[in-house]
């Protein structure tokens, strides 16, 4: 009886633990929701909503894609979802071909960004694909749309990118298809060199070649050749122009002057607060100074018995 009692309690208590960990869904118009706990779905909904709009635009599709968006707890949950191929480093995970977007809970995890970037980044990822279709696209664009997508550049990822330009640690383009195989160094790197190149596409050949290069993608046409088709150059072509930009904005100029303002800056801020507490000091002593003309310490106080009298023999006073 005694065993029955104990497998009881432990099938009670394994199902207890499984309801606690297991996934309550919540439908939204865009996307379905699934956590132990609701408590990111607002911040989930806006990132979607501000991602669409982005996207809507740069990939000129209707999006129409209800994808499950997780949000788990615990490593082994995570694991379970995006598979063991996943590298360490990462904080979230887009599978196109499952529609789902899993990421780690920040209630949880240290994730290094917020939560709405990494919803947005990944949301584009699928946003992409649905685009594409059938098509692939190369992983720089894809990482690069994402980022874009995101927002995620900063003065730091500036600064960053002119390290990695000085000290030759730069990735050609068409090597971050092994990205999930990079140290968490050279994956920054390659992060931005994607989003960099994806925003130098927009900015040099205008939103109708980069819709062409997508079309191209989407008709099963290699990136070799859809580039081609896009922009007039083939891919080792934009591979040396898109570096030949790098190298121009991204140099030991930048570097000092991303460091030397910053520097300059905190110095200002201390000269600054130096000079008005010496300001404030020196108007203290000022004050000090003139009180005293009006309160004499040098005080003469002649006969203690005759105060009114001097011993000045040249000056009678009476």
């Known amino acids: 009886m005694k065993r029955y009692l104990v497998l009881a309690f432990l099938l009670s208590s394994g199902l207890l633990a499984h309801a606690v960990d297991s996934d309550t869904a919540v439908v939204r118009h865009h996307f379905r929701y699934l956590s132990p706990s609701g408590q990111f779905l607002d911040v989930v909904e806006q990132a979607v909503s501000d991602a669409r709009v982005t996207l809507t635009d740069i990939l000129r599709d209707s999006l129409l894609f209800v994808p499950d968006i997780y949000i788990v707890n615990n490593p082994t949950r995570f694991r379970e979802l995006v598979g063991s191929a996943f590298p360490d480093w990462g904080a979230a995970a887009a599978l196109p071909y499952r529609n789902v977007i899993v990421i780690k809970s ?156 910053l520097w300059i800056f905190l110095a200002l801020v201390v000269f600054v607060g130096f000079m008005l507490q010496f300001r404030k000091r020196r108007k203290f002593y000022r004050k000090w100074e003139e009180e005293e003309q009006y309160q004499s310490t040098d005080f003469d106080y002649g006969d203690p018995d005759n105060p009114e009298q001097v011993d000045d023999e040249d000056k009678p006073w009476s």
């Open 106 to 261: 920040p209630a949880h995890f240290n994730l290094g960004k917020s939560l709405a970037e990494l919803v947005k980044h990944e949301y584009a990822h699928l946003a992409l694909a649905h685009r594409l279709g059938a098509g692939r696209a190369p992983r720089w664009l894809d990482e690069g749309v994402a980022m874009y997508t995101s927002a995620e550049w900063g003065w730091q990822q500036n600064l960053s990118m002119s390290r990695a330009m000085i000290f030759r640690s730069t990735v050609p383009l068409y090597e971050i298809e092994r990205l999930n195989s990079f140290p968490a160094g050279q994956a920054q790197t390659a992060y931005s060199e994607s989003y960099l190149a994806v925003k130098y596409l927009l900015d040099t050949y205008e939103i109708e070649s980069f819709i062409v290069l997508l079309d191209q993608l989407k008709s099963h046409r290699s990136p070799e050749a859809a580039l081609e088709v896009a922009i007039g150059a083939n891919y080792r072509e934009f591979n040396k122009e898109f570096f030949n930009y790098l190298t121009t904005r991204y140099n030991w100029v930048s570097v000092f002057v991303d460091t030397y303002f």
